[in-house]
């Protein structure tokens, strides 16, 4: 009898059945990095954004911020806050990769009350942090002039504060 069959002697030794220590990969590569609405956005983004500017899309708020001043045995308790949450766009400058401003883009699901209470908490850690951010509305198109003003005036914002 092969030890593929499975028979009585394989029903009693265990033959044809996974091993419980074998690990499984159920993974497989998404379709779409983007939603629709991020995608327009990033190429949108990118026809407007400057030589000097990289944008990074979904950034981990993990590894946007770090965390200190906290005793050792709260820090997890701080580190489990931020490490499923992500922004929409980071914008770095291309030297110094220093962050200069968040994009997240708003669409309807931010008007739900969980999602009011994650933005409201992930602006606080922004702010904390001293990184700026924006919140651009999602629609069918976007105007470059009124979304440069807008991250001009947010960033100079910030400038003037961190001093």
Do not use: W
Request: aromatic residues 12%; glycine residues 4%.
């Amino acid at each position: 009898m092969s030890s593929q069959s499975s028979g009585c002697l394989g029903f009693l030794f265990g033959f044809g059945r996974k091993q419980k220590n074998q690990l499984q990969f159920p993974y497989k590569a998404k379709q779409y990095f983007f939603t629709n609405a991020e995608a327009s956005f990033f190429h949108f983004l990118k026809q407007m954004i400057g030589e000097g500017v990289i944008i990074f899309p979904h950034v981990a708020l993990r590894d946007l911020v770090s965390i200190s001043g906290v005793e050792k045995t709260n820090y997890y308790k701080y580190y489990n806050q931020i490490d499923r949450k992500q922004v929409d766009f980071l914008l770095v400058e291309s030297k110094t990769l220093k962050p200069m401003l968040v994009i997240e883009l708003d669409d309807s699901s931010h008007q739900r009350a969980d999602r009011i209470q994650r933005d409201e908490f992930v602006e606080k850690v922004l702010a904390t942090a001293k990184i700026p951010i924006a919140r651009v509305p999602v629609k069918q198109s976007y105007n470059a002039k009124e979304l440069n003003e807008m991250f001009s005036q947010i960033m100079q914002a910030s400038q003037f504060e961190n001093r």
